[in-house]
């Protein structure tokens, strides 16, 4: 699934531009489905700005693509609907209508209809969330077909796929599915025919750091085919990841190490850096890979003791990572600020613990998190880990972690490539928060039995870039020039 997220550090291939606006995602879309052979794309509603008339633009401009590769049944475009409990419901309603618009017009141009029939909530929470959204889409469809005189009969094929944003919402997803299906076949009167269950991978990191994000998916995915075997619903996990460590570490570098310590999902996202900061034959080789290899691969079940562990090391080192994040919030924002955009986005709620009341800071969203940290040479994937790990040792946890967390080693191995300790030693003179940060690198370091820093002579270029980031940042300079280089070495925007 081809995604708008904004994190390519490079321009795209295919037009020369780093940002990519409303009317380029037109062509982004045909592109992704003609030429890397991606078979979905999500035109994201949440928080940005979107072309309404996707479809109609889509089959008026590539009439003989899409002749020939049904939308809908051959490639499939996913709308990631706004969540009503975080933003107004009048971009939910223009959605909806460019849903039904989109089937009249597939109809009458003797297209497959309906083009679009799954749409994505983000931040689902409970079940009652995902049967508003579908008995609602129903009342639009009843009072469309009132006001506008449809001929055509029956309802307008419709599914719902929950996006799973948090730690707890991911280890308590079974409840939620389990009351949908419960739910629909109430309401509905049967249950749903498939679920595809969404695992966020940034989001939960952002929140509870790297480790909890990782084994939280574990659990969702033991859950969600613990509820599909006691309903009858098969699922098709999907799973939103980015380039480097801290979001995921899906890249096409990566590909078949992340393809497996994600086994058992059946979609994963291919975000912008992914396919636009590798060389093209590379991503297009990987999307193949998985096209090929994640449908073969199984989840590796959880026992009751290892879901123990795995509550009780997200508590450990989630409260290490919350309280480290919460003390260097300024600092984050500050950089964050200087971020440069790559899509047109709206002014967003965002997903943050601390601006919910677990604390008094609000933080940018992963990506620009992400890029912050990164770009003074602070990797996130550290803040709470090494001392969690230390914890991890004592208490008999790691096992556990060692077993389901399969790129452990080397995913802290390739986030220490790009750590700066001369930056983070300066850092913790002021702000007590990087000495803890400093305790985190020392303890991984304990662990892994290795010193992280540089390797190659581009990490060497980035730790010279990175330097030049935090003394400019002191002199109040301006330093994008350096963040766009650093960037473009380590293949991410965040």
Known sequence: MATQHPDNASAAYWNGKKFINTLDEIEECYRMFDELKCTEYMWDWEGKFVDEAVVEKLFQKYHPFFKRHKLGKDVFLTFRIPNTDEESGFRLARAFMGILTADD???????????????IL???????????VKKTFHEVEHFKRQAF???RKGEHEF?????????????GADKVLSEYIEGCKTEFGKKPPYLRPFIARSDPALNAGLIPAVLSNKVALQKFYEVGKKYGVPMYPIIGPGCLPFRGGVNPETIKETIAEYSGVRTITIQSGFRYDYPLPDVKKA?????????????TPLNKKEISDIHKINDIFGN????????????INQVAGKIPGRRERMLHIGLFGYSRGVGKVSLPRAIGFTSALYSIGVP????GSGRGIRDAMRNGTLKTIEKHYLNLRKDFIHAGKYLNKENLSELAKHNSVFKDIETDVQEMENYLGVELGPIKTKHYIYRNLVSSIYLRLKEKEDFSDELEKAAGIRKSLG
């Open 149 to 151: 005189k449809t001929k």
């Open 159 to 171: 599914h719902v796929i929950p996006l799973f944003e948090g730690v707890d919402d991911l280890c």
């Open 320 to 331: 290490y990572y919350k309280k480290s994040v919460e003390r260097a919030a300024n600092l």
């Open 287 to 299: 999307i193949q890979y998985i096209e090929k290899t994640l449908p073969t691969l199984a989840f």
């Open 122 to 132: 983000p931040m689902t929470k409970t079940a009652h969330q995902l049967i508003r």
């Open 105 to 119: 017009l597939a109809h009458e141009i003797g297209f497959h209809a309906p083009p679009i029939f799954e749409v």
């Open 380 to 383: 996130p994937e550290f803040i």
